[in-house]
T-cell receptor, first 112, second 116 residues
Framework: AQSVTQLDSHVSVSEGTPVLLRCNYS??????LFWYVQHPNKGLQLLLK??????LVKGINGFEAEFKKSETSFHLTKPSAHMSDAAEYFC??????????FGQGTTLQVKP | GAVVSQHPSRVICKSGTSVKIECRSL??????MFWYRQFPKQSLMLMAT?????????EQGVEKDKFLINHASLTLSTLTVTSAHPEDSSFYIC????????????FGPGTRLTVL
């Protein structure tokens, strides 16, 4: 069965420090993986997407994620957090059905 | 590119009335649109998948007679919540993709429905 697990429900960092949001997936075939960000009362904005090309994917706003098949992970990172990065982040996986399976979400808090 | 709009952004209605939410892909043709429901502090729950010109496919547990979905064109899908009740109050989000199978989904800004 396909599943996406975000390992942390809440992550708190100081402004200017690195961000790490963890995501693991399970799939019997090579998945498409996505990271989305959601600000309060807004829709989801695509940060980046992995589709079996380069394992290191660069996204918008300085975010990137590395696909590690051996670890079934797709963690999201950013070298230096900005106050505007505070939001809800969703890791999701897609397959040949077209549907996305979402993780539970991680709330990123950025402290000044 | 890949902009999806939703209208209205917020709606308040009385119990028993029906509410229609529109989802439009503004700069691409969406062969497939998805409707999600999101409860506070929770992830997105897929309600149904709609393909242009065909009937929507509903997820298990979603009442198709209550949540009517129409995907009449490649740029417009509508969700109608019929005979709304307070428990239907939620944040409804649509997404659209151009091929449906493996393509990226682009999300609308969401509609906050409050049923009094």
């Amino acid at each position: 069965a396909q599943s996406v697990t975000q390992l942390d429900s809440h992550v708190s960092v100081s402004e200017g420090t690195p961000v790490l949001l963890r995501c693991n997936y399970s799939s019997s075939y090579s998945p498409s993986l996505f990271w989305y960000v959601q600000h309060p009362n807004k829709g989801l904005q695509l940060l980046l997407k992995y589709t079996s090309a380069a394992t290191l994917v660069k996204g918008i706003n300085g975010f990137e994620a590395e696909f590690k098949k051996s670890e079934t992970s797709f963690h999201l990172t950013k070298p230096s957090a900005h106050m505007s990065d505070a939001a809800e982040y969703f890791c999701s996986g897609g397959g040949n059905t077209g549907k996305l399976i979402f993780g539970q979400g991680t709330t990123l808090q950025v402290k000044p | 590119g890949a902009v999806v709009s939703q209208h209205p952004s917020r709606v308040i209605c009385k119990s028993g009335t029906s509410v229609k939410i529109e989802c439009r892909s503004l700069d691409f043709q969406a062969t497939t649109m998805f409707w999600y429901r999101q409860f506070p502090k929770q992830s997105l729950m897929l309600m149904a998948t709609s393909n242009e010109g065909s009937k929507a496919t509903y997820e298990q547990g979603v009442e198709k007679d209550k949540f009517l979905i129409n995907h009449a064109s490649l740029t417009l899908s509508t969700l109608t919540v019929t005979s709304a009740h307070p428990e239907d109050s939620s944040f409804y989000i649509c997404s659209a993709s151009s091929s449906g199978l493996t393509d990226t989904q682009y999300f609308g800004p969401g509609t906050r429905l409050t049923v009094l």
